[in-house]
C-alpha cells in the first residue's frame, strides 16, 4: 500500500535523511509509487492554476446596496420620521399613497403624491418631504381622512427632494412634467433659505448591519422568526409533514451482504474500531441501516477529522466505494462524538436517507444529553 | 533606482465609503473572495456577501504601505469568517450533508493526466474533509502561508501541516481512483 502521506511530506522536505533514503529505493524500484510520486509533484502547480470565476453580479450589486429591498429600507427608517398615509376615495386612477412628512425608498413601478406633487416612479427613488408650516406634525390622524383632496392640499408648498438611484421618476409640476433620471437629484418646492433635504447616504447599509446598529430591530427580527418557525412546526403538524421529517421505519433488505447485516456489521465495527482513539458508545440495529455512536477518547484538532476519515474508511471497506454515509459529528473543546450509518449504493435511496439521518441525529442527541 | 510606494486611490477611495471605488475592489478581488466561498462554504453566496461586509467595515485599518498586499488581507479575512463559521456548525452539532462517495472509476485519465484534468481536480477537492479543504484551497490557490493559516485557525503549525499532507494525500487517492 502506497503511504501518499509520507510522498506529501517528501514535497515539503520534511524527511529525515533516513526516511528520504528509504522513500527514494522504493520510488526507484516501484513503477506505480513513481507514478504517484510524479502526480504528487505536480499538484501543487495544477491546483494553483484552476481558474477563478467571477460572481453571480447580483450579488455585487447587493453588496454595492444598488438593488436593495424595500423591506431593508422600512426596516432602517424611524416610523415617526415617515408618515405613509393611505388615500381612499380618490378617483381610479389617482394614487392611493401619500408621502406626508419624512424620507422613504420606494422600489418599484408605483405612483403616489409626495406632497401634493403626483409623482410616478419606475425604479429606485428616494423621496424626501419636508412640509410646509402649519402641517399638524407627526401623525396624519389629524387630517381630515375624509376628504383626500384635503390631505394633499394641506400639503401645498411642501419641499421635496426626489434621488433617483435606478430608472425613472416623473415629477408633475406647474410646467409639466419633469423626468428625473438615474443618478439625477431634484427639488421642488425648495425657498432659497430652507435647508435642504439631507441627502440619500452614500452606501445604503445592508440587512446585518441594520440588525447589529440597532438591538430593538434585531429582537423584534428574532421575535418574528421565532413565530415563524412555531407556525411552520404547527402547520407541519397540521398536515402530517413531520412524518417526512422523521420518515418511516426501513426493513432490512434480504439481499444485503453479511458485513452489514446486523451480526456482521458488529463484528466488523468493532475489529475497525478497537483502536484506542475511539469508543464504541451505542450500535442501533432495529432497522436498516444500522446506527452508531462512536466518542473520541482524546481531545485534540484533529479528533474531528480522525472521526470523519475513520467512518469513511470503514464505509468504503464494510460497503464499497459507491457507499452513502449520513455522518453527523459535534465538537465539544475537541472532546468529538459521531454518528453515523452506512447505506450501499444499491440500497440507497432519498427515503432511506431522511429516515438514517433521523435516527442519527436522536441516537447523538441522547448521547449529548445523557453527557448533561 | 530608489522607487516611491504609494498608496493605491481606490483603496482610499473605497475607505472614504465611495460606491464606485468600492465597485472597483469587488471587480478586482471578487473573483478571489468568491472562488473561497464556493469551494469552501455550503452557503457560499450569503458567506460572501458577509466577508464583502466585513472588509469594507474594516477597510480603514488596512495599511495600504505596509508589508501584506491587498489580496492577502482579504483572503484573511474571508478565511477567518469561515473558520467561525465552521465552528458554530460544529458546535451546533449540524448534520455533515450526506456524503456520495465517488465512483472508484471516473474518466479514462490516469496518472499525471488525471491531475491536471480541472474538473475531476475540482470534484476531488471537493469531498475533501472541510478542514484539510481549507488548508489545501487556501495554500495552492490562493498563496495563503501556512503559518498565516494556522493563526486564523488558532492551532499549531504542525496541524495544519498535518491537515495538509492527508489533504494532497487524500486528492491523489481520488485522481488515482484506488
Not at chain 1, 84 to 111: D, M
Request: net charge negative; charged share 25%.
Amino acid at each position: 500500500m502506497i503511504d501518499l502521506e509520507t510522498l506529501s511530506r517528501r514535497l515539503e522536505g520534511e524527511l529525515s535523511p533516513e526516511e528520504e533514503a528509504a522513500i527514494a529505493a522504493k520510488i526507484a524500484a516501484d513503477p506505480e509509487l513513481r507514478e504517484a510520486w510524479e502526480m504528487m509533484k505536480a499538484l501543487p502547480g495544477e491546483l494553483a492554476s484552476l481558474p477563478e470565476t467571477a460572481p453571480p453580479a447580483r450579488l455585487n450589486r447587493a453588496i454595492l446596496g444598488e438593488k436593495a429591498p424595500i423591506s431593508r429600507w422600512w426596516l432602517s427608517i424611524p416610523l415617526a420620521a415617515a408618515v405613509l398615509l393611505g388615500v381612499w376615495g380618490l378617483r381610479p386612477s389617482a394614487p392611493e399613497i401619500v408621502l406626508a412628512e419624512g424620507s422613504q425608498r420606494i422600489v418599484g413601478e408605483v405612483s403616489l403624491f409626495a406632497g401634493d406633487r403626483r409623482l410616478d416612479i419606475d425604479g429606485d427613488v428616494l423621496v424626501q418631504v419636508e412640509p410646509p408650516q402649519g402641517y399638524p406634525r407627526g401623525s396624519g390622524a389629524e387630517v381630515d381622512m375624509k376628504s383626500a383632496t384635503h390631505l394633499v392640499s394641506a400639503l401645498a408648498g411642501a419641499a421635496i427632494t426626489i434621488t433617483v438611484y435606478q430608472g425613472t421618476a416623473t415629477v408633475a409640476s406647474s410646467d409639466g412634467e419633469v423626468v428625473i433620471s438615474a443618478g439625477e437629484t431634484e427639488s421642488f418646492g425648495l425657498s432659497e433659505s430652507k435647508a435642504r433635504p439631507e441627502l440619500a447616504p452614500a452606501d445604503p447599509p445592508t440587512q446585518a448591519a441594520i440588525r447589529r446598529a440597532d438591538p430593538a430591530v434585531q429582537a423584534r427580527i428574532t421575535e418574528l422568526e421565532q413565530q415563524v418557525a412555531a407556525l411552520q412546526f404547527e402547520q407541519a403538524l397540521t398536515r402530517g409533514q413531520l412524518r417526512t421529517v422523521a420518515g418511516e421505519p426501513s426493513v432490512w433488505p434480504e439481499n444485503l451482504p453479511e458485513n452489514l447485516k446486523p451480526a456482521g456489521f458488529e463484528t466488523a465495527l468493532r475489529e475497525a474500531f478497537s483502536a484506542d482513539r475511539f469508543a464504541i458508545d451505542e450500535v442501533d440495529c432495529e432497522e436498516f441501516p444500522c446506527v452508531v455512536t462512536l466518542l473520541s477518547k482524546e481531545a485534540g484538532d484533529l479528533a474531528g477529522e480522525e472521526l470523519q476519515q475513520a467512518i469513511e474508511d470503514f464505509a468504503r471497506a464494510t460497503a464499497g466505494e459507491r457507499s452513502h454515509a449520513v455522518v453527523m459529528s459535534r465538537d465539544d473543546n475537541g472532546q468529538v462524538v459521531g454518528g453515523f450509518a452506512i447505506i450501499p449504493d444499491d440500497h440507497w435511496s432519498e427515503d432511506i436517507g431522511v429516515r438514517a439521518r433521523y435516527r442519527t441525529e436522536g441516537q447523538l442527541q441522547g448521547v449529548l444529553d445523557s453527557e448533561e | 533606482m530608489h522607487m516611491l510606494a504609494f498608496p493605491d486611490r481606490v483603496v482610499l477611495r473605497a475607505i472614504q465609503g465611495e460606491t464606485s471605488a468600492r465597485s472597483e475592489l469587488l471587480s478586482r478581488h471578487g473573483a478571489l473572495v468568491w472562488g473561497i466561498c464556493r469551494r469552501l462554504s455550503p452557503d457560499p453566496e450569503d458567506d460572501y456577501q458577509t466577508i464583502w461586509e466585513k472588509v469594507f467595515r474594516a477597510l480603514s485599518g488596512f495599511d495600504p504601505h505596509g508589508p501584506a498586499q491587498l489580496s492577502t488581507w482579504i483572503a484573511t479575512i474571508a478565511h477567518r469568517h469561515l473558520v467561525d463559521q465552521h465552528r458554530r456548525r460544529k458546535v451546533r452539532g449540524e448534520v455533515v450533508e450526506v456524503r456520495d462517495l465517488p465512483a472508484d472509476q471516473e474518466g479514462p485519465e490516469r496518472g499525471i493526466d488525471a491531475v491536471r484534468d480541472r474538473k475531476r481536480l475540482e470534484r476531488a477537492l471537493s469531498v475533501l474533509p472541510e478542514d484539510q479543504r481549507r488548508v489545501v484551497v487556501l495554500h495552492h490557490l490562493d498563496g495563503v502561508p501556512l503559518d498565516s493559516i494556522a493563526a486564523t485557525e488558532s492551532v499549531a503549525v504542525g496541524t495544519v501541516k498535518s491537515r495538509l499532507h492527508r489533504g494532497r494525500a487524500r486528492l491523489l487517492e481520488q485522481l488515482r481512483g484506488r
